[in-house]
């Protein structure tokens, strides 16, 4: 699909084998995802821009590798979100984070904020939002619509599962963001859950219903 990247590393797919799973256990659950992302990370940070600097090892003066500009900004989708940034600081431990607070109302399907934090320069950074699930997109969509009236517009959305319905609801909305995902199930079903999908992901990390 046009502006979907699918991460289909061979570590990604069988860790999220394991998540699919009914019978993984919450702890498993949580510290696979962990994993994952840090793995969708290298992915989703690939080109990165870079510039040189000269530095000294033991043995001589270097000029070396390093990111240039700006530290980047991971935007979570509370909350399930968190699951993904946890692994994405581990590999990024300096990035700025920003919190966009949704729920999505269980009859109409809507996206309703209850909590938005981000940092002020957001405008001068990459912004890499996060969200394990791409299902009817309407909470991403208002996450990436909120980090855009604050000044952001160079963004890339992560996601573990997406469904081919919610895909073409988010490019139709912002084609200028790049999906990055480990995974295009199959369909939604009536309630909007991806299918054969892996159950609520903030439940199943959680232990909550």
């Known amino acids: 699909m046009d502006g979907v990247t699918v991460i289909d590393h061979p570590l990604v797919q069988h860790k999220?084998?394991?998540?699919?799973?009914?019978?993984t256990s919450t702890a498993s659950f949580r510290r696979l995802l962990q994993e994952i992302s840090t793995l969708l990370c290298y992915e989703v940070t690939r080109d990165l821009e870079l510039t040189t600097v000269m530095i000294d090892t033991p043995l001589e003066e270097m000029e070396a590798p390093t990111l240039a500009g700006k530290k980047?900004?991971?935007?979570?989708?509370?909350?399930?979100?968190?699951?993904?940034?946890?692994?994405?600081?581990?590999?990024?431990?300096?990035a700025r984070v920003a919190h966009v607070g949704l729920y999505r109302d269980p009859k109409t399907l809507v996206a309703v904020e209850y909590y938005f934090k981000a940092p002020e320069d957001i405008s001068d950074r990459l912004v890499v939002v996060v969200d394990p699930m791409l299902?009817?997109?309407?909470?991403?969509?208002?996450?990436?619509?909120?980090?855009?009236?604050?000044?952001?517009?160079?963004?890339?959305?992560?996601?573990?599962?997406?469904?081919?319905?919610?895909?073409?609801?988010?490019?139709e909305h912002h084609p200028d963001v790049p999906i990055f995902t480990a995974s295009i199930d199959q369909r939604l079903n009536e309630k909007g859950y991806i299918m054969p999908g892996l159950g609520d992901a903030g439940d199943r990390m959680y232990g909550t219903k």
Request: aromatic share 4%; proline share 3%.
């Open 135 to 171: 299902a009817t997109a309407n909470s991403a969509i208002a996450a990436i619509d909120r980090l855009k009236e604050r000044g952001a517009h160079n963004l890339r959305f992560v996601s573990l599962l997406a469904a081919p319905e919610g895909i073409a609801n988010f490019r």
């Open 72 to 94: 980047l900004v991971f935007a979570s989708v509370l909350r399930a979100g968190n699951g993904l940034l946890e692994g994405m600081l581990d590999l990024v431990p300096s």
């Open 16 to 23: 999220l084998t394991i998540m699919r799973k009914k019978e």
